[in-house]
């Protein structure tokens, strides 16, 4: 990246047909969509031309456009997986904050086994499409593994970044928006508005395009839940379930 001619090579690979197309395993991201529809790459190119060319700045600058395009005064950004690169964010970002959102482990698994099977876009998701149970073991496993990763993640970051990291558990959120949304608020250093709880439901779940917060996610997932795969979640995390709800 320190050589003009490798920046020009990639600010013209991400706007190529390409670049586009994603791959067979992996659908592009919508912000690199974003960027391509709505951002100038003349003006892509010279911010990166501009800067230091480091994985920070880059990262910086497609953050910073979006929240230039947005009027925002201040940058952020969502990605789950990013949970994963904590300690790297910190180092870019020392006086950054990190907002991990916890829900119940069985709230996730029903969700994420609706999700996919109306919209299996990806491998191994279209395969296993065809045979229910399958699928559903899939669905099971992926959550088990990435819920215990993130629970351990978050055992680990509190202690690291008692000052910029803070737990939000999914159902209090939505059981009583107003409360803990300011509570982010005051954590963030920015001023609640009622705005805030006006959001528009974009996960493809119960309430897909309507507004405001669904306080009934919270428990919703007990009427969708086999009684064995309860068991099954409760075994592997009725610790963190007693101690973070109260009940296994």
Same mark, same amino acid.
């Given at each position: ?14 706007? $190529? $047909?390409? +670049? ?11 912000? &690199?969509? &974003? ?7 003349? @003006? #892509? ?5 501009? $800067? ?6 880059? +990262? ?67 395969? *296993?499409?065809?045979?229910? #149970? ?6 099971? *496993?992926?959550?088990?593994?990435? /819920?215990?990763?993130?629970i351990q993640r978050y055992c680990k970051y509190k202690r690291i970044y008692p000052h910029n990291y803070y737990l939000l ?17 005051? +954590? ?5 508005? @009622? ?12 309430? #897909? ?11 919703? &997932? ?5 009684? /064995?795969?309860?068991?099954? +979640?409760? #075994? ?8 973070? &709800?109260?009940?296994?």
């Amino acid at each position: 990246m320190s050589d003009d001619d490798n920046v020009r090579r990639l600010v013209e690979y991400i706007y $190529s $047909s390409d +670049f586009k197309k994603g791959s067979k395993y992996r659908i592009l991201s919508k912000h &690199w969509h &974003w960027i391509i529809k709505k951002v100038d790459r003349e @003006d #892509f190119l010279q911010r990166i031309l501009a $800067s230091d060319r480091s994985e920070r700045a880059l +990262f910086t600058i497609m953050m910073q456009m979006y929240a230039d395009y947005r009027g925002k005064p201040i940058m952020g950004e969502k990605t789950p997986a990013h949970l994963r690169y904590v300690p790297t964010l910190m180092a870019w970002f020392p006086d950054g904050r990190i907002i991990h959102m916890l829900r119940d482990p069985r709230a996730i698994f029903v969700s994420e086994l609706r999700r996919r099977k109306e919209k299996p876009v990806t491998p191994p998701f279209k395969q *296993l499409n065809k045979f229910d #149970f399958l699928f559903k073991i899939y669905i099971l *496993l992926q959550t088990t593994v990435v /819920w215990f990763e993130s629970i351990q993640r978050y055992c680990k970051y509190k202690r690291i970044y008692p000052h910029n990291y803070y737990l939000l558990k999914f159902e209090d959120l939505v059981s009583d928006p107003e409360k803990h949304i300011r509570q982010v608020c005051e +954590f963030l250093g920015v001023e609640f508005q @009622d705005k805030m709880l006006e959001q528009k439901v974009v996960s493809r779940g119960f309430r #897909f395009k309507q507004t405001g917060f669904d306080a009934q996610a919270a428990t919703r &997932w007990k009427e969708h839940i086999d009684r /064995w795969i309860n068991a099954w +979640f409760s #075994f592997w995390f009725g610790k963190y379930l007693k101690e973070f &709800w109260g009940i296994i």
